[in-house]
């Protein structure tokens, strides 16, 4: 039984399907839970536990709403167990293009919602007492060319004149910051910070049985049909009714929704781990607990762990197949950056899928009755799909107000089939503009 007197749904637990990583590693095992299995009636039923899924049903059962969750395998299992933890807010579009985008009223509304999304995730990781390694320790915004140390120069005023104590870095300060002297300079975002984010996935769903909901592993959704006023929510052994469903499944998306997989390009993102940092590594590395992202195409981004150790990802490929010779590009830019780690050894390799819309915008949808999506959360989803999980289980709440996220219709992407090839090149052609400096 859990604190609110609620039977939770715990039994043996199957052997574990997370894949090798060096959270894998180091996270404390997730609650036990078993599969659906019979017919059972809920008010909200929610497909996916990573952050998204999980943090809307925290929301739901904090406030008295009956959830489910199901995942296809375990909570975090998908990018919310395997990503560089770096926690961020905002979206990687700024105030002007969401106005563009959606007007100036409603552009303004998601960019102030949007912005709070760092904030958010450090107030619930400590309302909930979710033990995930968290610091604020700032992000590094690294400008690999004169041009995009220009537009860093214009961010960083713009983010001055909201208040924020942004601060500007010469290449002298990010080699000491950071220990590389390959960029032009930085912005540190002192908003940001960084964290396990297995043992946050995991701690979530802890807080989400703790709070009154019910989690099944091992129970992919294979069909959502609506029959009256009910959605019925198909799995391999069971069924889920409820009046309402939301889709949280993003990189992981499959055919559940018509055409839903089509608005996303899935794009995996490699990751290397190394040993611990030795002393005097540790005293140059990212001595002051920053992580750092850079402004190529091909983003490479990093953190420095609780144990020491420095992840770096990026060196994306639109192939869904997890090569070595993506990890061996990987470690030869790593010591690219710092020379110094040229004899550490790189302990832990693993792969994980971004999910990268169009107009690079995270998205929600609504297409029935009753269903809510969010998808599309283009590598930047820490911190966003813990805030949308809000968002998403406040309009369930109160439906006749609008989500403080604007709504918009599925677009599939023209010649979504023809992905794998058209990509290729285009990566490609990014990793030369990239090496050009441009
Ligand atoms: C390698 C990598 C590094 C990243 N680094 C960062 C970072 O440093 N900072 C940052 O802000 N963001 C980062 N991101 C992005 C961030 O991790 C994601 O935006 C976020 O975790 C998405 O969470 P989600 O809950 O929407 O989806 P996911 O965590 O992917 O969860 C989707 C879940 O849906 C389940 N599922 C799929 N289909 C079904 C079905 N039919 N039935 C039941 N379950 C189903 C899957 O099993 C999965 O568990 C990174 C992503 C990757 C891959």
Redesign the pocket.
Known sequence: MNDAGIQLRATSAPAAVMPPSLWAATAPPGPRLERLTGSRRVEVAV???????LSTALHLATAGIECAV????E??????????????PGLRLQRAELRGIFGTEVGDRTYETVETAADFLFALVEGHGIDCDLIRGGSIRLAHTARAMALLRESHATLIAEGVASRLLDAAAVAREVGTRVYVGGRLDPRSGTLH?LKYARGLAQAVLRAGAALYRD????ALRRGGERWRVTTADGELLASRVVI???????G?WPGLAQTMLPLN???IATAPLTEAQRATILPGGACFSDTRRLIL?AQRTRDHRLVL?GRASFTLADRAADYEVLRRVLTGLVPELRDTPIEYRW?????LTRDYLPHLHAPAPGLLI??G?N???????SLMGKILADHIRAPGEPPAYPVTDIKPYPFHALRQPVLHLAMYCQTLMDRLGR
Do not use: E
């Open positions: 497909i996916g536990a990573g952050y998204t899924g199901i995942d296809r395998h909570p975090g299992w998908g990018a919310s167990g395997r990503n560089g933890g770096q926690v961020l984010p129970s992919p959704a294979t949280a499944t993003n990189g992981y998306t499959d559940l993102s490699f990751q981004y990802g792969v994980g899928r971004v999910a969010a998808a959360f590598g930047k989803g820490v911190a966003m799909t």
